[in-house]
């Protein structure tokens, strides 16, 4: 699946999930895990409305080790 794909199959799918420690202050990420190859990530005010970024798993993971 390319970047393309990717940002399609995500923005379709369930299985957006934020973090039980972001507080409920509305200024956070919902996450998507759901495609063995790629991480969607969006806006969670915005919900399904929110634009998708792609990252591949290997983007995601450097990306958490570098925080």
């Given at each position: ?7 399609r199959v995500l923005g379709d799918a369930d299985g957006w999930f934020k973090s039980s420690a972001s ?45």
């Amino acid at each position: 699946m390319n970047h393309a794909e990717a940002l399609r199959v995500l923005g379709d799918a369930d299985g957006w999930f934020k973090s039980s420690a972001s507080g409920g202050q509305g200024e956070c990420v919902e996450v998507n895990t759901t495609t063995t190859e790629w991480v969607g990530v969006r806006d969670s005010k915005l919900g399904a409305s929110s634009p998708v970024l792609a990252f591949s798993r290997a983007q995601w993971r450097a990306a958490l080790t570098a925080l």
